[in-house]
């Protein structure tokens, strides 16, 4: 009998703006974006993920141990391409989010 991932198994999911923005300036491709409604305030927390990969959670490693360096003009213009995405499902008056 052969065993067979999810498709949630296949992903690498982190809520961590900086470093979904740091994958994607090292060319790891964001596959989707999912929205939880957490916290007080009841916000979108959006969940970046991308495919896992061997490369991606080595990178993922470097990140947190601080060894890894990026071009910081296109993390800065990824990091706010991703928070325009996340501010735009609040803000969408077609978007289950807003108010």
């Keep these: ?11 690498f999911t ?7 923005a740091t994958l994607q300036t090292l060319k790891f491709p ?15 927390v959006g969940y970046f993920n991308f495919e896992d990969t061997t ?8 990140f947190w141990a ?4 990026v071009e910081p003009r296109e993390f ?3 990091l706010r391409g991703l928070k325009t995405q996340l501010a735009g499902a609040y803000k969408n008056p077609h978007s289950r989010f807003s108010q």
């Design 1 to 11: 009998m052969t065993e067979e991932k999810s498709k949630e198994e296949e992903y």
């Design 14 to 20: 982190t809520r961590d703006l900086n470093l979904a």
């Design 30 to 44: 964001l596959i989707r974006i999912d929205y939880q409604v957490e916290g007080e305030r009841q916000r979108p």
């Design 55 to 62: 490369d991606l959670r080595d990178a993922e490693r470097k």
């Design 66 to 69: 601080k060894d890894l360096s």
């Design 76 to 78: 800065v213009d990824n």
